[in-house]
């Protein structure tokens, strides 16, 4: 498991982030809304239904960077509303990817999830990097 990790770190420190990417919840809760088929036309609108529906929690502002423990609370969100552990991985990682969030602070974030959750780890590692 801790194999895993390392090397997921170290493939992120290769992973070429969008130059235009902000890195930031809004960006995040945006294109998690567009993934989730939920309404939102701007950041602001996105990040307050996701907040609405405990996906991201309520005290996240909308130009606070994504760290491993926003990432830790969003896939809970997502496992607390229906997703898998690896599916939640998932949906978090490919939203995270569009708006430059490095791939191992998803990954921390993910795996932190699935562990509160009791989930395979190994699995949800591999479904955050794909």
């Known amino acids: 498991m801790k194999s895993v990790f390392i090397f997921i770190c170290m493939v992120s420190l290769f992973v070429a982030r969008p130059a235009s990417a902000a890195n930031t ?11 989730l088929n939920i309404a939102a036309g701007t950041p602001e609108e996105a990040l307050a239904a996701l907040q609405a529906q405990g996906i991201i929690p309520a005290g ?5 960077p994504i760290t491993a423990a926003i990432a830790q609370t969003v896939s809970a969100g997502l496992i607390t509303s229906g997703q898998s552990p690896a599916a939640a991985a998932q949906v978090i990682a490919t939203s995270a990817a569009a708006v430059g969030v ?17 989930a395979n780890v190994a699995a949800v590692a591999q479904a955050a990097t794909q």
Request: net charge negative; charged share 5%.
């Open 60 to 64: 996240v502002a909308v130009n606070a």
């Open 102 to 118: 490095p791939v191992n602070v998803v990954v921390q974030g993910a795996i932190q999830a699935a562990t509160a959750v009791g």
């Open 25 to 35: 919840a809004g960006d995040l809760a945006l294109n998690l809304a567009q993934q």
